[in-house]
C-alpha cells in the first residue's frame, strides 16, 4: 500500500490546471447506457473511479474505448448482461449510477446494494422510491437490487432529501420513460447539471437542471453526442485551501470560479486575496498566516461537504477558533483523529468540531480514511513542522488526479513510496 512522505516546507507557490470533476464524469460515463449510438467524453479526469466505472461498464459488453487519458468513447450497443457485481460496486459506491439508466434502456438491472462507507451509511432508498414511482418493480435479495419494468412511466418524485446521485439516477431514468417526469427537491450540485447537459446534446429533452425542480419528457431513443466534463471544483477548493493553509499563493487554471462561490467567500473570510477569470482563480495570503472560519455544510449551493475535511485542516493552524457544522454526513469527522496525532486543538461535539488554530503542526505518522479525509491530512503535513508519513493514500487516487505531481508544481516537497511487502 503506497505512503506519502510530505516535509512542511513553508508556503505553496506556483500554478497548475484543475482536471475535469470526478462526479461529473461517473454519472456522464453511466449515461452511455442510454443510447444505442456512441457517446465521446472529454476532458475526463484520469482517476481510479474512473477506470473502475470503466471495467463496469466494459464487463456488461459496453465498448470503452480510450483514445488518450482524458478521452473515453462508450457504445453501449453490444450490452450482453446488466448485472453490477459486488467486487466492482464495493470499490465504488457510484456504480448505482447504472441502475436507472439499465432499467429505462434495457427494461431489467441487478445491481450490488452499495452498502455504508467510512463516512455514513449512505442509503440508496430515494433512488429505488422514485424507480418505483416510474413503475418499477424492485426486489432487495441476496445483497443486490434487482429491478425490472417494461416501459418506465414518468411521474411526479419528491426527494424528502437532497441526493445527488439520487437526482441524477432518476433523471437518466426519465431520459427515455413514457410521459413527463417531475423531480422536487432536486439536486443543483454543477455535477447534476453537466449530466443534463450531457443528456441533452445526446437528444434528451430535460429543462430545470440546477434548480429544485427538473423536468424531463421522454423520448424514445438517443443520437450520438460529445460532451466536455466541466472542471472539478472540490480539486480545485483542495489545492486553494491548502495555499492559505501554508500562507501560499498559487493559480488554479482550467477551472471556473462560479462553481465554488461558497468556498471561495469562506477563502476570503481567512484573509485572502482572491482574483478570479471566467477559467482561473488564484488565491494570495500574502504570507499572512489565515483566520478561522465557520463552516456550515449544506447542498449546493450551501458550503460542500465535500470542502470540509480540506477547511478543517487550515483551520487547524488558523489564528482564533472556528466552528464546523457537518449537516450531510453523519461521520464525516474521521479526519480530525488524525490530525490530533499532529498536535492540533480539535473538539468534535455531535455533528460540530471546534477547531482552536495553533501556528505550527507537528508531523508524525497518520492514516487516510476516506477521499477527501486524506487531502485534509496532506494540506496539515504541508503545515507541519518535519516529516510527515501519511498511509493509505489509495482514497486519494480515487479522486485527485496527479495528486504528488500538483503539489510538487506548487513547490511542495512530497512524494509516493511503495510499502515494501513485509
Ligand atoms: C454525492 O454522493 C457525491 N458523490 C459525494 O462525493 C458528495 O459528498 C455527496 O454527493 C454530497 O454532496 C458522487 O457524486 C459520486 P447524497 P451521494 O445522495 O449522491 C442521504 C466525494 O468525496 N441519502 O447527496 O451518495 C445520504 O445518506 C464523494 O467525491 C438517503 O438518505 O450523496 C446523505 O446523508 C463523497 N437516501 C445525504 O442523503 C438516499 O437514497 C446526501 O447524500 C440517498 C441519499
Known amino acids: 500500500m503506497d505512503k506519502f512522505v510530505i516535509e512542511g516546507n513553508g508556503p505553496l ?6 482536471s475535469g470533476a470526478k462526479n461529473a464524469a461517473l454519472p456522464i460515463l453511466c449515461a452511455a447506457l442510454l443510447s444505442d449510438a456512441p457517446l465521446t467524453v472529454t476532458n475526463v479526469p484520469d482517476l ?3 477506470g473502475t466505472t470503466g471495467k463496469l461498464l466494459g464487463q456488461m459488453g459496453v465498448s470503452v474505448s480510450r483514445p488518450d ?5 462508450l457504445d453501449a450497443r453490444g450490452i450482453t448482461t446488466c448485472v453490477a457485481p459486488y467486487e466492482l460496486v464495493r470499490t465504488m459506491r457510484a456504480s448505482i449510477l447504472v441502475l436507472g439508466p439499465l432499467v429505462a434502456a434495457r427494461g431489467e438491472a441487478h445491481v450490488s446494494l452499495p452498502g455504508g462507507c467510512a463516512i455514513g451509511a449512505r442509503p440508496v432508498n430515494l433512488h429505488l422510491m422514485g424507480l418505483e414511482a416510474m413503475g418499477a ?12 419494468a417494461k416501459k418506465l412511466k414518468g411521474a411526479r418524485i419528491v426527494f424528502d432529501t437532497v441526493t445527488v446521485t ?3 439516477n432518476l433523471m437518466m431514468a426519465a431520459v427515455l420513460a413514457e410521459g413527463e417526469t417531475v423531480l422536487e427537491n432536486a439536486a443543483r450540485e454543477p455535477e447534476v447539471v453537466d449530466l443534463a447537459r450531457c443528456l441533452r446534446a445526446m437528444g434528451a429533452k430535460l429543462s430545470g437542471e440546477g434548480t429544485t425542480t427538473i423536468h424531463v419528457q421522454g423520448v424514445a431513443k438517443l443520437h450520438a453526442a460529445e460532451h466536455r466534463v466541466l472542471p472539478d471544483r472540490i480539486e480545485t477548493g483542495t489545492y486553494l485551501a491548502a495555499a492559505a493553509a501554508t500562507r501560499g499563493r498559487v493559480l488554479i487554471r482550467d477551472t471556473d470560479p462560479g462553481l465554488l462561490d461558497a468556498v471561495l467567500v469562506k477563502l476570503q473570510q ?9 477559467d482561473f482563480i488564484e488565491l494570495d495570503m500574502q504570507g499572512q498566516r489565515p483566520k478561522a472560519v465557520n463552516i456550515h455544510t449544506m447542498a449546493h449551493p450551501g458550503f460542500p461537504t465535500d470542502m470540509q475535511a480540506q477547511m478543517m485542516a487550515m ?15 453523519e461521520n464525516r469527522f474521521m479526519h480530525a483523529n488524525e490530525l490530533l496525532r499532529l498536535g492540533a486543538d480539535i473538539r468534535v461535539e455531535g455533528n460540530t468540531a471546534i477547531i482552536t488554530g495553533k501556528e505550527r503542526l507537528q508531523a508524525a505518522p497518520i492514516m487516510a480514511t476516506d477521499l477527501r479525509a486524506s487531502a485534509s491530512l496532506v494540506i496539515a503535513a504541508l503545515a507541519a513542522d518535519g516529516e510527515t508519513l ?6 486519494m487516487d480515487r479522486g485527485y488526479e496527479g495528486i504528488e505531481q500538483k503539489f510538487r508544481a506548487l513547490g511542495a516537497q512530497i512524494k509516493r513510496v511503495e510499502k515494501l511487502l513485509p
Open 13 to 18: 507557490n506556483g500554478e497548475i490546471a484543475a
Open 270 to 278: 481567512a484573509g485572502a486575496i482572491i482574483r478570479t477569470g471566467t
Open 390 to 395: 501519511i498511509d493509505r493514500i489509495y482514497h
Open 69 to 73: 487519458a482524458h478521452t473515453r468513447v
Open 137 to 148: 418493480e424492485i426486489k432487495l435479495e441476496g445483497g443486490f437490487v434487482h429491478a425490472k
Open 315 to 329: 483551520n487547524c493552524v488558523a489564528e482564533g477558533t472556528g466552528t464546523i457544522r457537518e449537516t450531510i454526513f
Open 166 to 168: 439520487g437526482t441524477e
Open 48 to 50: 481510479w473511479d474512473v
